[in-house]
């Protein structure tokens, strides 16, 4: 069995790592680049870089601070937000991201997903899926950071990014971001039976207790969070301590 990862998310705005509740109300957390740098010697396995309001206000990701990150950090970290061709792709890889992050774009224009997969191999393609339950049960998939409602359905959406290359999918659940009430197991345990590619948790983690139950009864290959870190709740290596004592596989 492969290794659990913990991840770090720094969503990025104005140059601020910044962090809300239910994709609002966002407060500063501190300078992406330092906490990167932190996260990397406390023992994270990866990093992702959000920069949270470059679809909506439609410009580009901010490739230097990508570049400025890669110097400091020794850790992959990936990068999303604003990204809608594959020459965004080429440019954030070239300053020093080792995946790209698309979310918006993919869902406009689902056959990006295959040019990317084609032209620089799965393995750099996730596709970040925001989501929201329904009155009627249903996951419906959000656009331009969560502002936006699609009609399309979180598992058929997961399902059809995987048959066009994706190599991971990054689900967060709208409902439980920022709150701290535990992952959305349920609909990762869902995504999890019918994909055969990584899927990375994100949306509510508040104690160490819901990453174990995002490994267990998720079944989530990585946990992504941004408050419990950032604000000091949690630390990465007492969490590690925990999950393997709780029989979690971790690096």
Request: some cysteine; charged content about 25%.
């Amino acid at each position: 069995m492969l290794a659990k990862r913990i991840i770090p998310c720094l969503d990025v705005k104005n140059g601020q790592t910044v962090k809300g509740v239910n994709f609002e109300n966002l407060r500063v957390a501190g300078d992406p680049v330092e906490m990167g740098e932190f996260y990397s010697m406390e023992g994270a396995d990866e990093l992702v870089y959000l920069d949270i309001t470059a679809s909506h206000e439609g410009r580009k990701t901010f490739t230097d601070l990508v570049k400025r990150v890669a110097e400091r950090v020794s850790i992959p970290f990936t990068v999303g937000g604003g990204i809608n061709d594959i020459h965004d792709i080429d440019r954030l890889l070239q300053a020093g991201a080792d995946k790209a992050s698309i979310n918006s774009a993919a869902i406009r224009h689902p056959q990006l997903v295959n040019e990317i997969a084609k032209h620089f191999g799965s393995q750099m393609c996730v596709v970040a899926i925001d989501a929201k339950r329904q009155p009627d049960g249903r996951w419906l998939c959000y656009v331009n950071g969560g502002r936006i409602p699609t009609e399309k359905e979180l598992l058929p959406w997961a399902l059809e990014v995987q048959d066009r290359g994706a190599g991971e999918i990054l689900f967060t659940s709208m409902d439980h971001d920022g709150v701290q009430h535990g992952f959305a197991n349920e609909a990762l345990a869902m995504l999890s039976e019918h994909l055969n590619i990584p899927l990375i948790a994100s949306g509510g983690a508040g104690k160490m207790s819901h990453f174990r139950d995002a490994f267990s009864l998720g079944r989530a290959d990585a946990a992504l969070a941004a408050s419990v870190f950032h604000f000091g709740d949690i630390k990465i290596s007492d969490l590690k301590q925990y999950l393997k004592k709780e029989n979690v596989i971790v690096r």
